[in-house]
């Protein structure tokens, strides 16, 4: 059995501290404040719970580790992992967008899962746990990708099984690596809004309100359903009962932390060192060819602890494209749609 890596790590640093290493999904909704705001909120051992993001718009995992290793020298990444003396309770990586769910021969994911090894070496070094922040797939797809990523259910597979190899490649007995099921509990509103007789991607659903227009980044209740899945990763702890975006129903409060731990501890998606089985079985599609990851926007935001509300927006030089890759060939819901999807899911996986 595992250690809750919250009674595991926090014995570890007299000062508890949590560091985000990722893009624009983590600042366009400052998704490391929510999260920090919700540990302090729900855990009395963090009320004094500190936190770093260092993300820029399209980074990959080799961006970060390079900017962590020397290889660009002396940098905020190399001062948090290597050279800097704060003691990390957990490190969050998070990768760009769609490299994750890219064919397991693709060279990008490939570097993706070599760089997720080699800052994983650093963590340990740090003394911190690693925990793997498994994004969710765009709302209608990926028009970049659309062989590979035709919808919103196909891309989100994608990326499950992409995130559990970074997991099985890092991973050891001595050493778990527990993915924040993120995308998973997106799913599960998705089909809670299916379940209540809704259109998920229609105006007006729970599910479409997870996205910006883009359909891609999180808005205030994707970005808080995101940190009420790190919450629950993180100290093993259930979110449901803590504080909602402000603004937000009362049902749609509900439903988000209901979906979230669901995600965590329902089986849906089993965190590292449990017993059971993923629901993730993507259909085989092939490897398609001229596969590109560059980054399409450079605007940073790393250094110290973010100043912005959790509730606000970008800033100026926060904003930015979304870091494409490419690989080719509002009303609330009532909580018992999410009941309904469950038992249906579960029915399926008898």
Same mark, same amino acid.
């Given at each position: 059995m595992?250690l809750?890596l919250l009674g595991l790590?926090?014995?570890l640093?007299a000062?508890?501290a949590?560091?985000f290493?990722?893009?624009s999904y983590?600042?366009?909704g400052?998704?490391?404040v929510?999260?920090?705001d919700?540990?302090?909120?729900g855990?009395?051992?963090? $009320?004094e719970?500190?936190?770093l #993001?260092?993300?820029q @718009?399209?980074?990959?995992?080799a961006?970060? =580790?390079?900017?962590? *290793? /020397?290889?660009?020298?002396d940098?905020d990444?190399?001062?948090?992992?290597?050279?800097?003396s704060?003691s990390?309770?957990?490190?969050?990586?998070?990768?760009?967008?769609?490299?994750p769910g890219?064919?397991?021969?693709?060279p990008?994911y490939?570097?993706?899962?070599?760089?997720?090894?080699?800052l994983?070496?650093?963590?340990?070094?740090?003394g911190a746990?690693?925990v793997?922040?498994?994004?969710?797939?765009?709302?209608?797809?990926?028009?970049?990708?659309?062989?590979r990523?035709?919808?919103f259910?196909?891309?989100?597979?994608y990326?499950?099984?992409?995130?559990?190899?970074?997991?099985?490649?890092?991973?050891?007995?001595?050493?778990p690596?527990?993915?924040?099921p993120a995308?998973?509990a997106?799913a599960?509103?998705y089909? $809670?809004?299916e379940?209540?007789? #809704?259109?998920p991607r @229609?105006?007006?659903?729970?599910f479409?309100? =997870?996205y910006?227009? *883009? /359909?891609?980044?999180p808005?205030l209740?994707g970005t808080w359903?995101?940190?009420?899945?790190?919450?629950?990763t993180?100290?093993?702890?259930s979110?449901?009962?803590?504080?909602g975006?402000?603004?937000?129903?009362?049902?749609?409060v509900e439903?988000?932390?209901e979906a979230?731990?669901a995600?965590v501890?329902?089986?849906?998606?089993?965190?590292a060192?449990s017993?059971?089985?993923?629901?993730?079985?993507p259909?085989d599609t092939g490897?398609?060819?001229?596969?590109s990851?560059a980054p399409?926007?450079?605007?940073?935001?790393?250094?110290?602890?973010a100043?912005?509300?959790a509730?606000?927006?970008?800033s100026?030089?926060?904003k930015?494209?979304?870091?494409?890759?490419?690989v080719?060939?509002?009303?609330?819901?009532p909580?018992?749609?999410?009941?309904?999807?469950?038992l249906?899911?579960?029915?399926?996986?008898?």
């Amino acid at each position: 059995m595992v250690l809750p890596l919250l009674g595991l790590f926090t014995a570890l640093a007299a000062d508890p501290a949590v560091l985000f290493l990722g893009n624009s999904y983590i600042f366009t909704g400052n998704l490391n404040v929510v999260t920090a705001d919700l540990l302090r909120a729900g855990q009395a051992d963090l $009320a004094e719970l500190d936190e770093l #993001r260092l993300a820029q @718009a399209g980074f990959r995992f080799a961006d970060h =580790l390079a900017k962590a *290793d /020397g290889t660009e020298g002396d940098t905020d990444w190399r001062a948090a992992l290597v050279t800097g003396s704060t003691s990390w309770n957990w490190v969050i990586l998070q990768d760009q967008s769609q490299i994750p769910g890219f064919p397991a021969s693709n060279p990008e994911y490939r570097q993706s899962l070599e760089s997720a090894v080699a800052l994983d070496d650093l963590i340990e070094a740090k003394g911190a746990a690693t925990v793997l922040l498994l994004t969710w797939g765009r709302r209608d797809g990926d028009a970049t990708n659309p062989e590979r990523f035709p919808d919103f259910a196909t891309m989100e597979a994608y990326l499950e099984e992409g995130y559990r190899g970074y997991q099985e490649a890092i991973a050891t007995a001595e050493r778990p690596v527990d993915i924040a099921p993120a995308g998973p509990a997106f799913a599960l509103v998705y089909a $809670a809004d299916e379940a209540a007789g #809704r259109d998920p991607r @229609a105006d007006g659903s729970v599910f479409r309100g =997870l996205y910006v227009e *883009d /359909g891609s980044h999180p808005s205030l209740t994707g970005t808080w359903l995101a940190g009420y899945v790190l919450y629950g990763t993180l100290t093993q702890a259930s979110p449901v009962g803590l504080p909602g975006p402000p603004g937000v129903e009362t049902e749609v409060v509900e439903l988000l932390q209901e979906a979230a731990r669901a995600a965590v501890f329902d089986g849906e998606w089993v965190p590292a060192g449990s017993t059971g089985e993923t629901d993730t079985d993507p259909p085989d599609t092939g490897s398609p060819g001229g596969d590109s990851a560059a980054p399409d926007d450079t605007s940073t935001v790393d250094g110290p602890k973010a100043e912005a509300e959790a509730s606000g927006g970008l800033s100026d030089t926060e904003k930015g494209g979304c870091g494409c890759a490419s690989v080719g060939s509002g009303s609330a819901l009532p909580l018992a749609g999410l009941w309904v999807a469950l038992l249906c899911r579960r029915r399926r996986q008898a």
